[in-house]
T-cell receptor
């Protein structure tokens, strides 16, 4: 069964450093997402991406964040200057369609620890 | 997306059926009812969705009230692997792409 993969599984970085989290969505999917989950809290939406542009973003997704689909398979989330409060699990997801009937498939997550 | 209300936690025994309720009294006519679950240390996982009629798949069944103001996710024979947080989420057919997760119901399965 096709699945979303994410690398690395765990990333440790120093505050102020840039990190890039990588995802390989399911190959024929068209919509891509990033979510995050701070330890013990809800899963929160960050951004959705379609047709090589951001289609929706949350208040969390400020200028420190960016997303890119550099080739036909990868989808990346970059945090330019990490803060302590960026420590969280980051989940990538993808779907074939949008709206009420779509199914989003999630990756296993990258645990980001900012020291 | 409209709001849903779920119990914070539920407990059941292995090999017994589990009924997970969700209230969505402000649901609109174009809202689909989706269920996702999150196993420990994993990403969310799609379970099932429906609009008006009851739905079955290999994982679960979804029973939707006639007035659509509530629904129940049914796990017919729970296993230890079904221990997870279950999220009931409403999605408008023409609405935003994002999933809005609440706190969900933490399901504990006793051996």
């Amino acid at each position: 069964e096709p699945e979303v993969t994410q690398t690395p599984s765990h990333q440790v970085t120093q505050m102020g450093q840039e990190v890039i989290l990588r995802c390989v969505p399911i190959s024929n999917h068209l919509y891509f997402y990033w979510y995050r989950q701070i330890l013990g809290q809800k899963v929160e939406f960050l951004v959705s991406f379609y047709n090589n542009e951001i289609s929706e973003k949350s208040e969390i997704f400020d200028d420190q964040f960016s997303v890119e689909r550099p080739d036909g398979s990868n989808f990346t989330l970059k945090i330019r200057s990490t803060k302590l409060e960026d420590s969280a699990m980051y989940f990538c997801a993808s779907s074939w369609e949008r709206g009420g009937t779509d199914t989003q498939y999630f990756g296993p997550g990258t645990r980001l620890t900012v020291l | 997306d409209a709001k849903t209300t779920q119990p914070n936690s539920m407990e059941s025994n292995e090999e017994e059926p589990v009924h997970l309720p969700c209230n969505h009294s402000t649901i609109s006519g174009t809202d689909y009812i989706h269920w996702y679950r999150q196993l420990p240390s994993q990403g969310p996982e799609y379970v099932i969705h429906g609009l008006t009629s009851n739905v079955n798949n290999r994982m679960a069944s979804l029973a939707i009230a006639e007035d659509r103001k509530s629904s129940t996710l049914i796990l017919h024979r729970a296993t230890l692997r079904d221990a997870a947080v279950y999220y009931c989420i409403l999605r408008d057919v023409g609405g935003a792409q994002k999933l809005v997760f609440g706190q969900g119901t933490r399901l504990t399965i006793n051996p």
